[in-house]
């Protein structure tokens, strides 16, 4: 049984429909669940999957679709309606409430950024507003055209002000943790990433080697195209060199354009502060070749290992990486092409083809425990790579989500993005992937350092 129900002029913040999609999943009787706001791309993800029936099609981008597959379809979608209406009420009291951006300002009239999360054909009309009246903007939203961002930057440039994303997940500015971010302390490094969970390894890492961060700015993971050209990085490096209390700068990205790439070391070149360079693929004399290492180049300071493996190495042997952090599963593939070692298969479980109609696996982890019982049964798979991702808008508890599986059946080496003072707690995360028989590395690239160690190449 297919069943849609439309929920005229509803919308519900993304995060909170993937948390009941994920429960209304866990029900007797249903196959398949999402809740999505009734946009085509929205709705053309349900037909993929299966989910769109007549109602749903019609749909909105004003509306709220509840798609449910399976024999209890029907009481699944009241259950759905059940769950809004408690997620409503626990968040009613907590934060002033407006319908506009008009609105907002009347309440906090104070306010000098905006954040936009909103399906993508409507964030740059937002987005822009919010610029025209004099607001730094972080665009969280995805699926903007690469047309109107390079619009909105180079309105954000004319006005004096930062327009982070589109599609930018973390940020932390003078202290305050922006969407998917971690407990940083201040200090003075600045970052400027086109990578989300790239500024959350290394925010961490610093704050772990004793460090602070003054700014952590996202300016979206398509900066650095050249049909961006680097406007987003650009103009958050200029804030930073006028901010008095950075004293030196690092830039992150995953693999560039390489003519912007170019652009942008000529700029750091000239800068009037120290800047570390992590442009993962790239390289080139004074790279910081890992995020590791770009950390420890900002602190002076040297990460120490957490784990080491077994001394014995595994001819042939083959490592499936399962990441939920797209960044850091590039920069495991990197750290295992440096080692020449090939025939290795790693998995970014953050991907469109993985999360359509499904909670991202940093909010819920569950769906990647199905990959990682396969793997743990899989006789071709000797070493499994974990990477666990700490922070605000994070799982309470995903390192006891991986715990479900009996982690000492093979060799399975993880490393724990995070700090001390974040919610789930660094250290106690740890304690619960080593007590599952897992071995823990200080970093994601001394996690993959590791993993490599324990195979070598067939004779």
Known sequence: MLVNRVERGRYLDSVALMRVSRRLETLAGVEAAALLIGTPSNKALLRDAGLLAAEGEQATPNDLVIAVRGPNGREAVESALQLLLETKHANAETLPRARSL?????????????????????????????????????????????????????????????LMGPDCGTALIAGTPIAFANAVPRGDIGIVSASGTGLQEVSSLIARLGGGVSHGIGVGGRDLDARIGALGTLAAMEALERDPATSKIVLISKPPSPEVAKSVLERAGRSAKPCIVCFLGLQAPGIALTLTEAAERATNRKLHALATGPTKKIPGGRVRGLYCGGTLCAEAELVFRARGLAGHRFVDLGGDEFTRGRPHPMIEPEMRNDHLKRALADPEV????????????????????????????????ASVTGTEQDPQVWSRQVAILREAGALVAASNAHAAALAASLVEPAQ
């Open 102 to 162: 008009l609105g907002a300002l009347e309440l906090l009239p104070q306010a000098n950024l905006a954040l936009v999360s909103v399906p993508g054909e409507f964030a740059a009309y937002e987005a822009r507003k919010a610029l025209e009246r004099g607001l730094h903007v972080l665009v969280f939203s995805d699926n903007v055209p690469l047309e109107e961002e390079a619009a909105l930057k180079r309105l954000a440039r004319e006005k004096g002000l930062l």
């Open 382 to 413: 000797d070493v499994v790579l974990v990477d666990v991702v700490l922070g605000y808008g994070a799982h309470e508890n995903p390192a006891g989500v991986l715990s479900r599986n009996d982690l000492s059946k093979k060799a399975v080496v």
